[in-house]
């Protein structure tokens, strides 16, 4: 079975600096997908980046870029130029790429709560 | 266009009570998934719906949860008797059909449940 861990129950960084959350998960497929996931307090969860392993150049969107290392089986994600909304709990998922089925279900780490400071 | 809902946001009950729990996915969505997030661990995974019919149930905890989609569009899960170690947040998510490689789960915000 596929495992996401998190190692970093939470971090802090201050407003304009540069986080990195680190991600690592265990899997014998060769084919699939990751996630992070941003939950701000009191608010559902929104997609933040994802990247397809197949795919060899890490996923960008914005400010968030990921650090995949799929030899390592590592997924980290880093915030540049952290601003105050980037407080939230942040998720790691792993899917499946299912060929001729249907089920993507998400597995999940146990996340990482970020705070930004003024 | 409206998000996924979930209805209540917060449920406190008594053990041994009954509570239902609704989702309504984005209109179109035919996945529906069922996730619960237990204090301090990880999200796991419930079930998933296809439409209406179940695709996979096999995070289902136990035979005291029940969900239905009936006309695959809304969705419930139904604890009934429910017990502490219920408690938790249970997320919904919904995902259009047919694009897997580019699909994207979008989340409701939750509902808090609380056994006492």
């Known amino acids: 079975a596929q495992t996401v861990t998190q190692s970093q129950p939470e971090m802090s960084v201050q407003e304009a600096e540069t986080v990195t959350l680190s991600c690592t998960y265990d899997?014998?497929?060769?084919?699939?997908?990751l996630f992070w996931y941003k939950q701000p307090p009191s608010r559902q969860m929104i997609l933040v980046i994802r990247q397809e392993a197949y795919k060899q150049q890490n996923a960008t969107e914005n400010r968030f870029s990921v650090n995949f290392q799929k030899a390592a089986k590592s997924f980290s994600l880093k915030i540049s130029d952290s601003q105050l909304g980037d407080a939230a709990m942040y998720f790691c998922?792993?899917?499946?790429?299912?060929?001729?089925?249907?089920?993507?279900?998400?597995?999940f780490g146990k996340g990482t709560l970020l705070t930004v400071n003024p | 266009e409206a998000g996924v809902t979930q209805f209540p946001s917060h449920s406190v009950i008594e053990k041994g009570q009954t509570v239902t729990l609704r989702c309504d996915p984005i209109s179109g969505h035919d996945n529906l998934y069922w996730y619960r997030r237990v204090m301090g661990k990880e999200i796991k995974f419930l079930l998933h719906f296809v439409k209406e019919s179940k695709q996979d149930e096999s995070g289902m905890p136990n035979n005291r949860f029940l969900a239905e989609r009936t006309g695959g569009t809304y969705s419930t899960l139904k604890v009934q008797p429910a017990e502490l170690e219920d408690s938790g947040v249970y997320f919904c998510?919904?995902?259009?059909?047919?694009?897997?490689?580019?699909?994207?789960?979008?989340f409701g915000p939750g509902t808090r449940l609380l056994v006492l």
């Open positions: 998922a792993y899917r499946r790429q299912n060929s001729g089925g249907s089920n993507y279900k998400l597995t």
């Open positions: 899997t014998s497929e060769s084919d699939y997908y």
């Open positions: 998510a919904s995902s259009p059909r047919g694009r897997p490689r580019v699909e994207t789960q979008y």
